[in-house]
Nanobody, 117 residues
Framework: QVQLVESGGGLVQPGGSLRLSCTTS????????MNWYRQAPGKQRELVAG???????NYPDSAKGRFTISRDNNKNTVSLEMNSLKPEDTAVYFC???????????WGQGTQVTVSS
């Protein structure tokens, strides 16, 4: 059974930091591109960070310079370090695992991040 479990969300003041983690099981983690997405109320889900099997990373402009994604293939985890948080970063953050070769796609249940004073 595949499981992706996010943790680390919460309430933080503007300018603060949070570190999200996603622990996976049931997949060969090193085969997967790992991504973090977010979805704010009334908005579409959007990619905020991705890391390939070879640890190449990509970020949208909204996250560049503030967010850092990393992976630990020994612990089957992917993390997202978020700094200089803004109220517009408020959303549910989802962990995603993609195997492009075998067309496999898995999601976590999400963790709430709220940036507010």
């Amino acid at each position: 059974q595949v499981q992706l479990v996010e943790s680390g969300g919460g309430l933080v003041q503007p300018g603060g930091s949070l570190r999200l983690s996603c622990t996976t099981s049931g997949i060969t983690f090193s085969f997967y591109t790992m991504n973090w997405y977010r979805q704010a109320p009334g908005k579409q889900r959007e990619l905020v960070a991705g890391i390939t099997r070879g640890s190449a990373t990509n970020y949208p402009d909204s996250a560049k310079g503030r967010f850092t994604i990393s992976r630990d293939n020994n612990k089957n985890t992917v993390s997202l370090e978020m700094n200089s948080l803004k109220p517009e970063d408020t959303a549910v953050y989802f962990c995603n695992a993609k195997d492009w070769v075998r067309a496999l796609d898995y999601w976590g249940q999400g963790t709430q991040v709220t940036v507010s004073s």
